[in-house]
Structure formats: structure tokens, C-alpha cells
């Protein structure tokens, strides 16, 4: 096993408190998602524990220790150096992969939520593959799908919000999820779809967080990911721009 972990070196110019830049000024550090607020989980390919090529770990940067695992060798996906954007990402055969979270309450019951994806279909779309989201084979929970006719779906027990069908290969930012009131799809900072509901997390919902496929490795997607972020409140409109303008000079997507 081995660490993969790509880290800035340091320079005598790095100093406690920020970046002292030509000429002494202080230069505040680069926005990371290690700054949105209610975070709960964020997953960035640079940070996994592999064997050879195999993900045996996606490790959580937020801090909250919800690092995520396969259930078994089978279903570990692939480390891509040069992935998405020509950053590291990790490879989901739309087979068998999947990472998961180890707890059963990665999520609980808020009031809202976000799931935010760098992602790219990675081959052959798999109709209702599951590229992110939260249960086992519970219906009622929440989760992001591919379908044939479109790129991402957020769906629950009854709601479908479908995003208005854009067949791409391309990389893309996804933002999904809810504020209490509706659901979402965004693509970047663009409004997709949106769907009016007043109840969308319930005790259905304390299952496993799961990228690739369900929590047992059904319904598995074929798709490539650099990043992934899980927020337990659906994004305020800083929070939004300020991460499309974090993935734009990473991915440039």
C-alpha cells in the first residue's frame, strides 16, 4: 500500500498566517473547499491510499474522518494520475466499483444538503447508474444518476429532478441536493432543473455515502472523478461561485 498525496513544497517564503509575497505584503491563502461552511466530507484525488493502480482508500480532507473504502478487492476503481483536467482522478469501471462510507449516519437528517462532483463520463453511459449518493438499495434516499438521455438525475422515492440533457464527455462541475424547500441541479453555476418538495431527507437517508455505484456496488456508473464534496446545507450563492471559480483554474472546467 502506498500513500498517494500530492502536497506544494515549501518555500522559505511560506509563513504562518498567509503567503509574504515580493516586497513583504501578506497574501491571504487560495480558496479551498476546506472553507465552505456545514462541509461534511470532501474527497480530492490527490489524497487516496492505493495498491499498484487500485484505490483502496479515498481519504476525507475535511477532517471529519469519513474515508471512504471498497467492500471488497473486486470493487476497487483506478488511480489516474493525469485524469480529469490532467489531475489526479479516480476511474470507476461501471461494473463493479464503488468506495463507501464506513458509517451508517454519514449524513443524518438536516434540513438540506449538497453533493458537488468534478466528474467526466469516462466511457459507454450506463442508463440509472448511480454516481453519487446515499443507501444501499433504500429508494427513498437521495442519489445522483446517469441516464441514457441525460447526464446527471438527483433522485429520491418519488422526486426527479432531470437535468435538461446535456450529452457531453467533457469535464463538469455537478452541484446537487436540496435547501428543505427544493431540490437542485446545477451544472457550474447554471441552473439545470429544480423540483419543489418539502420533505427530502428522512431516517432513510442515515445509510452509507457511496461514489461509483450503490453502497453494494449495484447500478455501477462508468465515470471518472476528481473531486467529490458532501455538505450538510445546501450551498449559499458565495459558497457556489466561489467553488466553480476554485474548479475552473484546477480542472479548467
Known amino acids: 500500500m502506498r500513500r498517494?498525496?500530492?502536497r506544494r513544497p515549501c518555500t522559505g517564503a511560506h509563513r504562518r498566517g498567509g503567503f509574504r509575497g515580493i516586497g513583504g505584503g501578506s497574501v491571504a491563502p487560495a480558496w479551498s473547499p476546506a472553507q465552505l461552511t456545514n462541509l461534511r466530507g470532501w474527497y480530492r484525488a490527490d489524497d487516496l491510499v492505493v495498491s499498484g493502480a487500485e484505490v483502496t482508500q479515498w481519504t476525507d480532507k475535511s477532517g471529519n474522518a469519513y474515508h471512504l473504502t471498497p467492500p471488497a478487492a473486486t470493487n476497487r476503481p483506478t488511480f489516474e494520475a493525469a485524469g480529469l483536467g490532467g489531475k489526479p482522478s479516480v476511474r470507476f469501471d461501471g461494473t463493479d466499483d464503488v468506495l463507501r462510507s464506513a458509517t451508517n449516519s454519514f449524513l443524518g437528517t438536516p434540513a438540506g444538503y449538497t453533493i458537488a462532483l468534478v466528474m467526466q463520463e469516462a466511457g459507454a453511459r450506463v442508463a440509472n447508474a448511480m454516481i453519487a449518493g446515499y443507501g444501499v438499495l433504500t429508494a427513498a434516499a437521495p442519489r445522483i444518476r446517469q441516464q441514457a438521455s441525460v447526464t446527471?438525475?438527483?433522485?429520491?422515492?418519488?422526486?426527479?429532478?432531470?437535468?435538461?440533457?446535456?450529452?457531453?464527455?467533457?469535464p463538469l462541475l455537478a452541484v446537487c441536493g436540496?435547501?428543505?424547500?427544493?431540490?437542485?441541479?446545477?451544472?457550474?453555476?447554471?441552473?439545470?432543473?429544480?423540483?419543489a418538495t418539502t420533505s427530502v431527507l428522512t431516517g432513510a437517508v442515515s445509510q452509507v455515502f457511496a461514489l461509483g455505484a450503490m453502497g453494494n456496488a449495484t447500478l455501477p456508473s462508468n465515470i471518472r472523478i476528481a473531486e467529490a464534496i458532501v455538505m450538510t446545507a445546501w450551498i449559499t450563492p458565495a459558497e457556489h461561485s466561489a467553488l466553480a471559480a476554485y474548479v475552473s483554474a484546477r480542472y479548467g472546467v
Not at 446527471?152 to 467533457?170: D, F, P, W
Not at 437542485?184 to 439545470?192: A, E, Q, S
Open 178 to 195: 436540496a435547501d428543505g424547500a427544493s431540490q437542485y441541479v446545477y451544472y457550474g453555476t447554471t441552473l439545470r432543473d429544480s423540483d
Open 4 to 6: 498517494v498525496a500530492h
Open 152 to 170: 446527471v438525475q438527483l433522485v429520491n422515492a418519488t422526486l426527479g429532478v432531470a437535468s435538461a440533457g446535456i450529452a457531453t464527455t467533457s
